[in-house]
C-alpha cells in the first residue's frame, strides 16, 4: 500500500493543483492559438514574378516562362522568411517556458487562495478538538461576511448550543434524581435501624418501620423509572393526577416520624380535616414536601418542633414546613432556591434540594417560598393552585416522639 504524505491528502492541495492545471491548460489553449493564427500568416517568399506566354522557337508552339526577380530581391525575401520561422521557433521555446511558469505560480496562488479560503474550516476543527465530552462551551464566532463559511460555521455553533442544552438537561435531571434518592434512602435505612436495634419492639412496630421502608423503595422506582424514561425521550415523563395534600402531608409525617424521634425532635402535622385536592404529579409533589421536611429535621436542634401545616387559601392550597432551627439571614434568603447554593458549606448536602423544590411547584404553577429569623428559624410555603376547596378549620395531629 502507497503511503502518500497528508500534504498530498489535504483538501488545500488538491484545490491548489486543480486551479493550476485549469489555468495551465487554459493558457495552453490561448498561446497554443495565437502560435496558429501566426503560422497561418507566415506566407512563403516570391521567388518569381510571374509567368508569360512565349513560342517555342523550334517547335513553333507556344510554352509559359517565369519571370524571376532580380538575385538581391529574391535574397531578401528568403533572409525575411528564415527570419520569421527562427521567430516562431523561439515563441514556441518561451510559449512552454512561459506555461510551466504559469502553472507554477498558479499553484502558488491556488495554494494561497485556498488556505484563504479553507481557514474558517479549520477553524471549525480546532474547536471540535477542542469540545471534551463535559464542556461544550466552546463556539466557533467566525467573523466576517455573511457567506457559506461563516453559515456552516453560525450552524455549527447552533448545533453545539443545543447539544449544551441536552447535555445540561441529562446532567441537572441525573443531579436532582441523584439528590432525590437520599431522601427514600435515609427514610428506609432509619425505620429499619429503628426497628433492628429496639430489644422491645413489637411485631406491630416491625411491620409499621417494613411498611414505611417498603413506600420507600416504591418511591425509588418511581425515580429510577423517571430517570429511564428520560433517557428515552429527553424529557421526564409526567402523570398528571389529582393530589390530596393533606394525605401526602400524613404520609411524609409518618415516613419521617422515626428520623425525628432519631433526633429527639417532635414532627407535627397541622391540617384541615377535609382534603386539599391539586392538580399535578403526585410523587413529584411529594419529593418537594420531603425536601422540606428532612432540610427541617437536619437543622431543627434538639427538644424543638418541626411543623407540616396544610391549610386553604384564596382559590390556593397552601403548605408550610416549619421549623425553630437557625433561622436564614435577610441577605439570603434570595440565594436559598438557587441551584448549590447552601448556607452552611461545611454542614454537607448539594444545594440542590430547595431548587428542585421550587421547580416542581413553578411546573404546578404554584410559588415557593421562605420566611425567616436568623436564630429563630424558618417557614418554607408552598402554593398551589385548588382544584377544590375545602372548609378552613385546623386540626392538629401530633407524632410522638422519642
Same mark, same amino acid.
Given at each position: 500500500?502507497?503511503?502518500?504524505?497528508?500534504?498530498?491528502?489535504?483538501?488545500?492541495?488538491?484545490l491548489?493543483?486543480?486551479?493550476?492545471?485549469?489555468?495551465?491548460?487554459?493558457?495552453?489553449?490561448?498561446?497554443?492559438?495565437?502560435y496558429?493564427w501566426?503560422?497561418?500568416?507566415?506566407?512563403?517568399?516570391?521567388?518569381?514574378?510571374?509567368?508569360?506566354?512565349m513560342?517555342?522557337?523550334?517547335?513553333?508552339?507556344?510554352?509559359?516562362? +517565369?519571370?524571376?526577380f532580380?538575385?538581391?530581391?529574391?535574397?531578401?525575401?528568403?533572409?525575411?522568411?528564415?527570419?520569421?520561422?527562427?521567430?516562431?521557433?523561439?515563441?514556441?521555446?518561451?510559449?512552454?517556458?512561459?506555461?510551466?511558469?504559469l502553472?507554477?505560480?498558479?499553484?502558488?496562488?491556488?495554494?494561497?487562495?485556498?488556505?484563504?479560503?479553507?481557514?474558517?474550516?479549520?477553524?471549525?476543527?480546532?474547536?471540535?478538538?477542542?469540545?471534551?465530552?463535559?464542556?461544550?462551551?466552546?463556539?466557533?464566532?467566525?467573523?466576517?461576511?455573511?457567506?457559506?463559511?461563516?453559515?456552516?460555521?453560525?450552524?455549527?455553533?447552533?448545533?453545539?448550543?443545543?447539544?449544551?442544552?441536552a447535555?445540561?438537561?441529562?446532567?441537572?435531571?441525573?443531579?436532582?434524581?441523584?439528590?432525590?434518592l437520599?431522601?427514600?434512602?435515609?427514610?428506609?435505612?432509619?425505620n429499619l435501624e +429503628?426497628?433492628?436495634?429496639?430489644?422491645?419492639?413489637?411485631?406491630?412496630?416491625?411491620?409499621?418501620?417494613?411498611?414505611?421502608?417498603?413506600?420507600?423503595?416504591?418511591?425509588?422506582?418511581?425515580?429510577?423509572?423517571?430517570?429511564?424514561?428520560q433517557?428515552?425521550?429527553?424529557?421526564?415523563?409526567?402523570?398528571?393526577?389529582?393530589?390530596?395534600?393533606?394525605?401526602?402531608?400524613?404520609?411524609?409525617v409518618?415516613e419521617?416520624?422515626?428520623?425525628?424521634?432519631?433526633?429527639?425532635?417532635?414532627?407535627e402535622?397541622?391540617?384541615?380535616?377535609?382534603?386539599?385536592?391539586?392538580?399535578?404529579?403526585?410523587?413529584?409533589?411529594?419529593?418537594?414536601?420531603?425536601?422540606?421536611?428532612?432540610?427541617?429535621?437536619k437543622?431543627? #436542634?434538639?427538644?424543638?418542633?418541626?411543623?407540616?401545616?396544610?391549610?386553604s387559601?384564596?382559590?390556593?392550597?397552601?403548605?408550610?414546613v416549619?421549623?425553630?432551627? #437557625?433561622?436564614?439571614?435577610?441577605?439570603?434568603?434570595?440565594?436559598?432556591?438557587?441551584?448549590?447554593?447552601?448556607?452552611?458549606?461545611?454542614?454537607?448536602?448539594?444545594?440542590?434540594?430547595?431548587?428542585?423544590?421550587?421547580?416542581?411547584?413553578?411546573?404546578?404553577?404554584?410559588?415557593?417560598?421562605v420566611?425567616?429569623?436568623?436564630?429563630?428559624?424558618s417557614?418554607f410555603?408552598?402554593?398551589?393552585?385548588?382544584?377544590?376547596e375545602?372548609?378552613?378549620?385546623?386540626?392538629?395531629?401530633?407524632?410522638?416522639?422519642?
Open positions: 500500500m502507497v503511503v502518500r504524505p497528508p500534504i498530498i491528502q489535504s483538501i488545500r492541495f488538491r491548489s493543483l486543480t486551479y493550476a492545471l485549469a489555468v495551465f491548460v487554459g493558457g495552453t489553449v490561448l498561446i497554443g492559438g495565437l496558429m501566426q503560422v497561418r500568416q507566415l506566407d512563403e517568399p516570391e521567388l518569381f514574378r510571374g509567368r508569360v506566354e513560342v517555342d522557337p523550334d517547335t513553333g508552339r507556344p510554352v509559359d516562362t +517565369l519571370l524571376f532580380d538575385g538581391r530581391q529574391e535574397a531578401l525575401q528568403i533572409f525575411e522568411y528564415n527570419a520569421y520561422l527562427r521567430a516562431l521557433d523561439e515563441l514556441k521555446k518561451a510559449s512552454l517556458t512561459g506555461l510551466a511558469v502553472f507554477v505560480v498558479a499553484f502558488a496562488a491556488g495554494w494561497f487562495l485556498a488556505g484563504s479560503a479553507l481557514r474558517p474550516v479549520h477553524r471549525m476543527t480546532m474547536v471540535a478538538r477542542d469540545i471534551t465530552a463535559t464542556d461544550l462551551s466552546r463556539r466557533i464566532g467566525l467573523p466576517g461576511p455573511d457567506d457559506e463559511m461563516k453559515g456552516l460555521a453560525d450552524t455549527f455553533d447552533a448545533m453545539l448550543d443545543r447539544l449544551q442544552g447535555f445540561e438537561d441529562q446532567r441537572r435531571f441525573v443531579q436532582d434524581a441523584s439528590h432525590e437520599r431522601n427514600p434512602l435515609a427514610v428506609a435505612r432509619t +429503628l426497628a433492628l436495634s429496639d430489644p422491645d419492639a413489637t411485631a406491630g412496630d416491625i411491620r409499621a418501620s417494613a411498611e414505611v421502608a417498603m413506600r420507600s423503595t416504591e418511591r425509588m422506582a418511581v425515580l429510577v423509572d423517571d430517570l429511564l424514561a433517557a428515552r425521550s429527553g424529557m421526564p415523563e409526567v402523570a398528571m393526577a389529582e393530589v390530596d395534600l393533606v394525605a401526602m402531608a400524613g404520609d411524609v409518618d419521617f416520624s422515626a428520623a425525628a424521634r432519631q433526633r429527639h425532635l417532635a414532627l402535622l397541622v391540617a384541615v380535616p377535609a382534603p386539599l385536592v391539586v392538580k399535578g404529579d403526585g410523587p413529584a409533589l411529594r419529593r418537594a414536601l420531603s425536601n422540606l421536611v428532612a432540610n427541617a429535621i437543622l431543627a #436542634p434538639a427538644g424543638s418542633t418541626v411543623t407540616v401545616s396544610a391549610a387559601g384564596d382559590h390556593c392550597a397552601l403548605v408550610s416549619i421549623d425553630e432551627g #437557625p433561622g436564614i439571614s435577610s441577605a439570603d434568603q434570595g440565594n436559598v432556591f438557587k441551584r448549590f447554593w447552601r448556607g452552611d458549606p461545611s454542614g454537607g448536602g448539594t444545594g440542590l434540594g430547595l431548587s428542585i423544590v421550587k421547580q416542581i411547584v413553578e411546573r404546578h404553577g404554584g410559588t415557593a417560598a420566611e425567616s429569623t436568623l436564630g429563630a428559624g417557614t410555603s408552598l402554593k398551589l393552585p385548588i382544584v377544590e375545602r372548609p378552613s378549620t385546623l386540626s392538629a395531629a401530633t407524632t410522638p416522639t422519642a
